[in-house]
């Protein structure tokens, strides 16, 4: 694939029946699903071990992504990590899931990571920062200091990192990129309205090279990481479901759309934004 965003290579949508008109030898077909397509993309994303990280490497790859490199704290990828490995190899798709142990909170060690796939791959399209951690359980005026600032060093800082790992590629090989970042709504409220900011910011200032950037905010998602804060009490999932009209959690698989569409050509003139996909939580938080 051209390093050129395919919109830009044919004519898309109303442009392409105009075309068709005037060019009798113009091949019409649909485009919709190619807008989606990850054809020969690379992508990185972070905390992909696990729930949602992996269930978007997994969408990335079966949209027909070359290679998701996947980053966690670990020595040894998950079996559940394993078995999406296998699933992908199974449908015969030529994509390649790859694990890479990498703490986020290291700047050195992400622009590292984010040089390593460079060197391999030629390219880095698609970088995710999912990587966070949980910031709630404590009394606001009894958080200790050293929680909040592991808090804001994974759920802030890291995210800056792995943006910046992914940026650095795209710079280097002169090539558009979308950067998505991912607010998990556990995160801790201050890093959670910083990273929205920084997804503005990011905008802003990499929009002349063809690089993308948005925010990506999921309302209570079931998943691995969450699930041992539903102990805590039986009625935690049951006000948790309630802050949504629908009344439930999401489950993991129900974030892949938004991430795909973030991820590829078909978002091309989105940047800056933050995604919001709650379950209506929004709506009623006003």
């Avoid at 394993?82 to 142990?101: A, H, N, Q, S």
């Avoid at 479901?241 to 991430?259: D, F, L, T, W, Y």
Wanted: hydrophobic share 45%.
């Amino acid at each position: 694939m051209s390093n050129e965003a395919s919109t830009e290579l044919l004519p898309l949508g109303v442009a392409a029946a105009i075309a068709a008109n005037k060019n009798p030898d113009f091949v019409c077909k649909p485009q919709a699903f190619n807008e989606f397509s990850m054809a020969d993309r690379v992508a990185l994303i972070t905390g992909g071990n696990s729930g949602m990280g992996l269930e978007m490497a997994q969408v990335l790859l079966e949209a027909g992504a070359r290679v998701v490199y996947t980053v966690d704290l670990p020595l040894e990828p998950s079996e559940a990590w394993t078995c999406v490995k296998d699933y992908i190899k199974k449908m015969g798709l030529g994509g390649r899931l790859e694990y890479v142990r990498g703490d986020v909170t290291d700047q050195k060690a992400m622009w590292a990571i984010g040089d390593l796939i460079g060197e391999k791959e030629g390219r880095l399209d698609v970088t995710i920062a999912n990587a966070g951690i949980a910031g709630v359980g404590h009394d606001v005026a009894e958080y200790p200091a050293e929680d909040y600032s592991k808090v804001i060093d994974v759920n802030l800082k890291g995210v800056l990192y792995t943006a910046q790992a992914g940026v650095r590629q795209m710079e280097k090989f002169k090539m558009p990129g979308s950067i998505i970042l991912n607010l998990n709504v556990i995160g801790y409220q201050t890093a959670k309205a910083g990273v929205i900011q920084m997804a503005r910011d990011l905008a802003c200032m990499l929009a002349p090279q063809g690089i993308r950037c948005n925010a990506l905010s999921p309302g209570w998602v079931m998943t691995e990481m969450v699930k041992p804060y539903l102990t805590i009490s039986e009625d935690v999932q049951k006000v948790w479901s309630a802050q949504s009209p629908m009344n439930r959690m999401a489950k993991p698989h129900e974030i892949r759309g938004a991430v795909l569409w973030l991820a590829s050509d078909a978002s091309s003139f989105c940047t800056g934004s933050d995604i919001v996909v709650s379950g209506g939580w929004h709506a009623w938080a006003g």
